[in-house]
């Protein structure tokens, strides 16, 4: 079984409490059952049995709880931030519901920049209250600029023991009921502002109990409580300070660093939960005097879901093994992190629109869990940054990334598969947010080399050696090197080649086994994939850079020569016959579907 299923998940390869935990978040949904779920998702019931949950079983305070800070309060031995754990908690969560995913991706967000801090009385009061159940907050955008925190308007003035605080905060998860909130903000000093605004910015400790902190409310309809606040002459304590200056800043990044990669998770959850139900109920649809899944068209869109939510399980798994292993000497997770966040929740989004056109009508229906899969994967692509705002991240790494294959890469040690109980400290110690440019990285190729058999593989490199001869030959210059529209194109192909290293990385991990001998691969969920599996991912690729080679011939800033080259970039994928039978029979033993 390629893709996870909560009924016969156990959780086997974690520790006791681990397990336990785990298993405990699928007992309660399973307990509620989908018809209670549905009626809840549908009347925005607020999920306070959900909180109870996890204030009983000490979870949050067990999967966010970094190895240090749990000593520190007698936490118990197994508290710790273990990236690969905190993927299954989301990926399970997300299944179910991504309102309740929502209450961790928020607390994952508001523990960054404490765990962050040299505060260790913070951290302290902060590891208790989780131990105690409590959920927290991330206080970092507004209403009128989002997350651009060069333009905050929270301001804390100086009262002569402390300051005071005021100013409001706009889609503040768990605004509502968190213990604490993390809020960012800047110091007006005395004698107006500093030269450098970097050096007023400030991450603060806020509780919501205190009078001077005033909920406005939920600004969407849902479960979640997104929260508008705002704080009136909010006292802020030495005590209360997280961060200041610069460091402050380099605090917000780094924070959302750590979430990105739980957005992806939760798109491969709903995503898989959706597939499932997408494909039974055309498994056992008659029209016309056919099954539907024996149609053509939905064999083909049924197969593109398949492989490309395996390529976004393998992508996340292998990112993640690059996080944990990340040092000040290996930031390659910058790169990879982004491409987590933009581009395996944007393949999320394509797989819901494959699979509609499979479920049809049955999509829209309110009793059904594709219903609620349509509205919440729309949501993940726009949370911790736009993917205009990640892909314009990862543009930066290109000249870098072009280089390691031209003789120019960095001898990094290999990156093991990283399933290990181990605290990923690191993490909260990232340091500066600047230097992207100086960061180097291995020759990728070797990345294919284990597949370049396969036709797909090969046609693939054939596209990405046309776009590094486009990009030498005719890469953007002068005023188009600033056209950002024709730069986010180029941005997708280069994402594309980044995501198939990973994928190709895990998938070979995967089928030949890690080198100490493990056969889990990158994750145990993707036991038993294939090369045809492999060669499957990569027809959708081929045509995925076909598609934006199209796009970039079609730029009104596109040069003769460039729109020639972009040309050279539009590939047909082989599609085996034999091959896409034997994976239709698997995709129908998938979902449980028996056919005659």
Do not use: C
């Given at each position: 079984m390629l893709l996870f299923d909560p009924k016969t998940y156990d959780a086997s390869r974690y520790d006791d409490r681990t397990r336990r935990a785990l298993l405990a978040v699928r007992d309660f949904?399973?307990?509620?059952?989908?018809?209670?779920?549905?009626?809840?998702?549908?009347?925005?019931?607020?999920?306070?049995?959900?909180?109870?949950?996890?204030?009983?079983?000490?979870?949050?305070?067990?999967?966010?709880?970094?190895?240090?800070?749990?000593?520190?309060i007698d936490n118990g031995s197994n508290a710790r931030w273990d990236t690969a754990r905190n993927n299954d908690l989301s990926e399970l969560l997300a299944w179910y519901s991504l309102e309740h995913w929502y209450a961790w991706q928020v607390t994952v967000l508001g523990l960054g920049p404490v765990w962050m801090s040299g505060n260790e009385e913070a951290k302290a009061l902060v590891g208790r209250l989780l131990a105690h159940g409590g959920v927290f907050g991330f206080g970092l955008s507004e209403r009128e600029h989002g997350a651009d925190i060069y333009s905050t308007d929270m301001v804390l003035v100086p009262d002569g023991t402390g300051w005071r605080a005021s100013g409001e905060k706009y889609y503040i998860g768990n605004g509502n009921c968190a213990a604490r909130i993390a809020v960012f903000g800047r110091v007006r000093q005395p004698q107006g502002d500093s030269a450098n605004p970097a050096d007023d910015y400030v991450f603060f400790l806020v509780d919501p109990a205190h009078p001077a902190y005033r909920l406005a409310r939920n600004v969407i309809h849902g479960q979640m409580y997104v929260a508008e606040f705002h704080l009136e002459d909010y006292p802020v304590t030495p005590q209360d300070v997280l961060h200041?200056?610069?460091?402050?800043?380099?605090?917000?990044?780094?924070?959302?660093?750590?979430?990105?990669?739980?957005?992806?998770w939760a798109s491969i959850g709903i995503a898989e939960h959706a597939f499932v139900e997408a494909l039974r109920h055309a498994g056992r649809r008659v029209l016309y005097g056919t099954q539907v899944t024996d149609f053509p068209h939905v064999r083909r869109l049924v197969a593109d879901a398949y492989v490309r939510l395996l390529a976004m399980k393998l992508y996340s798994a292998r990112c993640s093994d690059y996080e944990r292993s990340a040092s000040d000497q290996d930031r390659r997770y910058l790169l990879f992190n982004p491409i987590a966040k933009m581009k395996v929740t944007s393949e999320g989004e394509r797989v819901i629109d494959l699979l509609w056109e499979v479920i049809a009508a049955k999509g829209f229906e309110k009793d059904t869990y594709f219903e609620q899969a349509t509205h919440h994967i729309r949501t993940l692509p726009k949370l911790e940054g736009t993917v205009h705002v990640n892909l314009a991240l990862v543009l930066k790494f290109l000249p870098a990334y072009a280089a390691a294959a031209m003789g120019k890469s960095v001898a990094y040690p290999d990156v093991p598969v990283r399933l290990d109980p181990a605290d990923d400290a690191f993490l909260f110690a990232q340091g500066p947010a600047s230097g992207l440019s100086r960061i180097g990285f291995r020759d990728w190729r070797p990345a294919f080399a284990r597949f370049a058999h396969l036709p797909n593989v090969k046609t693939f490199l054939g596209q990405v050696e046309?776009?590094?001869?486009?990009?030498?030959?005719?890469?953007?210059?002068?005023?188009?090197?600033?056209d950002l529209d024709f730069l986010l194109t180029v941005g997708q192909i280069f994402t594309q080649v980044v995501?198939?290293?990973?994928?190709?990385?895990?998938?070979?991990?995967?089928?030949d086994g890690a080198p100490d001998g493990a056969r889990e691969g990158t994750t145990s969920a993707c036991v038993g994939l294939q090369e045809a599996h492999v060669d499957r991912m990569f027809a959708?690729?081929?045509?995925?850079?076909?598609?934006y080679a199209v796009a970039l011939h079609g730029q009104a800033s596109a040069t003769p020569v460039q729109q020639q080259a972009a040309l050279a970039l539009i590939c047909r994928p082989s599609i085996d016959r034999d091959a896409m039978a034997a994976l239709q029979r698997e995709l129908l033993a998938c979902a449980g579907v028996i056919t005659t």
């Open positions: 949904f399973e307990a509620k059952g989908h018809s209670t779920l549905k009626q809840e998702f549908h009347e925005a019931v607020w999920y306070e049995d959900f909180l109870e949950l996890l204030a009983r079983e000490a979870i949050f305070a067990t999967f966010g709880t970094p190895t240090q800070v749990g000593r520190l200041t200056g610069k460091a402050a800043w380099d605090a917000a990044l780094a924070t959302v660093n750590v979430g990105k990669v739980q957005l992806a046309a776009f590094g001869r486009m990009m030498a030959t005719a890469g953007p210059q002068g005023e188009q090197a600033r995501y198939a290293q990973l994928i190709g990385e895990a998938a070979a991990l995967v089928i959708v690729f081929v045509q995925d850079v076909s598609e």
